[in-house]
T-cell receptor
Framework: QKEVEQDPGPLSVPEGAIVSLNCTYSNSAFQYFMWYRQYSRKGPELLMYTYSSGNKEDGRFTAQVDKSSKYISLFIRDSQPSDSATYLCAMRGGSYIPTFGRGTSLIVHP | DVKVTQSSRYLVKRTGEKVFLECVQDMDHENMFWYRQDPGLGLRLIYFSYDVKMKEKGDIPEGYSVSREKKERFSLILESASTNQTSMYLC??????????????FGDGTRLSIL
């Protein structure tokens, strides 16, 4: 079993939909959680950074962490075609080195 | 904003050549990292550095070396390039901060083709 599991997709939704992207993990020591957005032929861009359980909101994006279930989510409200990208989850414990999911490809069509 | 700059976006080299990939960050970050990213395999850590002149092997260091002579610059070296090193190479940096530090910030990558 991989430490971090992420469905590769692609996930295709119409413009305006609420998108839910998810990762599960097995290492209970993880306490820092990140979401990155990666456009084609570009580097990953940090979207959200959270510590421990709970929710964090930033504009149309909400990150949710459920440590008891070892499950994290990223919600995108009012999705736009410009949100089409690959979304990577990442997480770590006390190390400086995160463990990444393999990414979910999201397509938002007009 | 954090800026991580990789010297080349696209690079084509021949097998057996020595290849240098350069990365510079402007945020005085202590930690720097080199990854490669391949379809279906995700991000794989090659080398990282916690300080100047310091380096640690990641998960796939074979065929690579690194150099960190200055805090802001981290170089990846392919000693003798081979076709299986054709990939997207990503540099990242992070601050040690407090406790377990801060998240990584990435450059835009170098797409390297070895012919």
């Amino acid at each position: 079993q991989k430490e971090v599991e992420q469905d590769p997709g692609p996930l295709s939704v119409p413009e305006g939909a609420i998108v839910s992207l998810n990762c599960t993990y097995s290492n209970s020591a993880f306490q820092y959680f990140m979401w990155y957005r990666q456009y084609s032929r570009k580097g990953p861009e940090l979207l959200m950074y959270t510590y421990s359980s709970g929710n964090k909101e930033d504009g149309r994006f909400t990150a949710q962490v459920d440590k008891s279930s070892k499950y994290i989510s990223l919600f995108i409200r009012d999705s736009q075609p410009s949100d089409s990208a690959t979304y990577l989850c990442a997480m770590r414990g006390g190390s400086y080195i995160p463990t990444f999911g393999r990414g979910t490809s999201l397509i938002v069509h007009p | 904003d954090v800026k991580v700059t990789q010297s080349s976006r696209y690079l084509v080299k021949r097998t057996g050549e020595k290849v240098f990939l350069e990365c510079v960050q402007d945020m005085d970050h202590e930690n720097m990292f080199w990854y490669r990213q391949d379809p279906g395999l995700g991000l794989r850590l090659i080398y990282f550095s916690y300080d100047v002149k310091m380096k640690e092997k990641g998960d796939i260091p074979e065929g690579y070396s690194v150099s960190r002579e200055k805090k802001e610059r981290f170089s990846l070296i392919l000693e003798s390039a081979s076709t299986n090193q054709t990939s997207m190479y990503l540099c990242a940096s992070s601050s040690k901060g407090q406790g377990a530090g801060q998240p990584q910030h990435f450059g835009d990558g170098t797409r390297l083709s070895i012919l």
